[in-house]
């Protein structure tokens, strides 16, 4: 965090776990984007192609892939996790190599951010109800994204680029785990009590 005497507005940096936690989260982001991609590509080229993925009625990738949400901006959504994604890495990277970044920047990463936890929850929304299949490289990227979002909207938060009450800056100083474990946990229950007949048979 800002020291004492630095401006609010100085360019910042960030602590080792957090780079790590964005270069993690953002491979696993490109590893699922990236083998989805493939596999839509088969898809296409072979209609009777079927996913490694697709495991039964309801853990079904083929399903997913074949659905008009996978396409909700008129081409995969696999292609923009991959550029997407690969800008994550490379902020981590930047990061890891002692970049400081200004305030315009991180608040223009955690809108990009804000966008893919938003576009992630509307995903999530359509498989579990409209699909009503699961597609596990979209889980995993999923939970990369929920994982992303919080930490970096804890990063603004903390070094004051947002505005809030410091009890919220102490919270999310110390605490900064809970939000995303507790997000990731609401749609693990979600997914559990969506199928729980077919999880329990």
Request: hydrophobic share 55%; charged share 10%; with cysteine.
């Amino acid at each position: 965090m800002a020291g004492p005497g630095q401006h609010p507005r100085a360019p910042v940096g960030a602590g080792r776990a957090f780079a790590l936690l964005l270069v993690i989260t953002g491979a696993a982001g490109l590893l699922a984007s990236w083998v989805i991609t493939l596999d839509k590509l088969k898809l296409l080229e072979d209609p009777d192609f079927t996913p490694g993925c697709s495991l039964n009625p309801v853990v079904s990738c083929g399903s997913v892939m074949e659905s008009d949400q996978a396409s909700a901006f008129g081409f995969p959504n696999p292609m923009l996790g991959l550029v997407a994604y690969g800008v994550v890495i490379c902020v981590g990277v930047s990061l890891l190599a002692g970049a400081r970044l200004p305030r315009w920047y991180w608040l223009l990463f955690g809108t990009g951010c804000l966008f893919g936890v938003g576009f992630v929850s509307w995903l999530q929304f359509q498989s579990l109800y409209r699909i009503n299949a699961l597609c596990l490289w979209c889980c995993l990227a999923w939970a990369a994204t929920i994982l992303l979002f919080w930490y970096v909207a804890s990063h603004a938060v903390r070094h004051r680029f947002l505005p809030a009450p410091a009890p919220l800056r102490t919270f999310l100083d110390e605490f900064t785990w809970v939000p995303p474990v507790l997000h990731i946990g609401i749609v693990g229950m979600l997914v559990l009590t969506r199928w729980w007949d077919f999880w329990t048979s």
